[in-house]
């Protein structure tokens, strides 16, 4: 147990040396995560199109690279499983490719169920806290009844908000993200500037 701490110790040494000597790198990716966020925060309908692209493309290679290999281990067990996966692969990617917009709308049902499961999560996990006299129950309340709030919100606008639902919900994760790397890059650069 003794060894545990100055372990522990270099982990967190070696850590803060390494952010020190690279702030440059978390900042530069910071600013970028939050230039694309505000843009998906301003334009959601083109983010949310491009996100449907991009997963459009990432099925149809999965597909085809699943088909590819289900052919060369023809004997394998599952061979007709795995034929299906590939084939419904290229299918989901052919869709989204195409109608990307059509494929934003399932996109948006799938967020919408997560938000609304997140958010009961939330709160049950709030309440529990809150049993506990644990002080940060109210932050966790509040978020899962955003979380609950914002997926009615997106469920009432259907199928309307699926046009810009999951643009501006990434482009939203995006800015906080990037902010998150900005402050922990300047952080770094003054730990690094008084020699820490």
Do not use: C, Y
């Not at 692209?53 to 699943?66: D, M, N, P, Q």
């Not at 009961?120 to 506990?132: C, G, M, P, Q, T």
């Amino acid at each position: 147990m003794a060894s545990v701490k100055p372990e522990l110790e270099i982990m967190r040494t070696t850590l803060t040396t390494s952010l020190s000597v690279h702030w440059k790198l978390f900042l530069i990716e910071g600013v970028v995560l939050l230039v694309l966020g505000l843009s998906a925060v301003t334009l959601p309908l083109i983010a949310t199109i491009a996100i449907a692209i991009v997963l459009g493309w990432a099925f149809l290679v999965s597909g085809v690279v699943g088909l590819a290999a289900t052919f060369r281990m023809r004997s394998a067990p599952g061979f007709w499983w795995s034929l299906v996966s590939g084939f419904l692969g290229i299918a989901a990617g052919i869709v989204l490719l195409r109608w990307p917009l059509s494929g934003a709308f399932s996109l948006t049902l799938i967020l919408t169920i997560f938000l609304v499961l997140e958010g009961i999560v939330s709160i049950l996990f709030a309440l529990d806290h809150k049993r506990e006299l644990s002080g940060r129950w109210a932050i966790m309340l509040v978020s899962g009844l955003v979380d609950l709030v914002l997926a009615g919100l997106i469920l009432a606008g259907l199928p309307g908000t699926a046009a810009w639902a999951i643009g501006l919900l990434v482009g939203i994760n995006m800015v906080f993200g990037g902010l998150a790397l900005i402050a922990m890059a300047m952080h770094a650069r003054q730990a690094a500037s008084r020699g820490i």
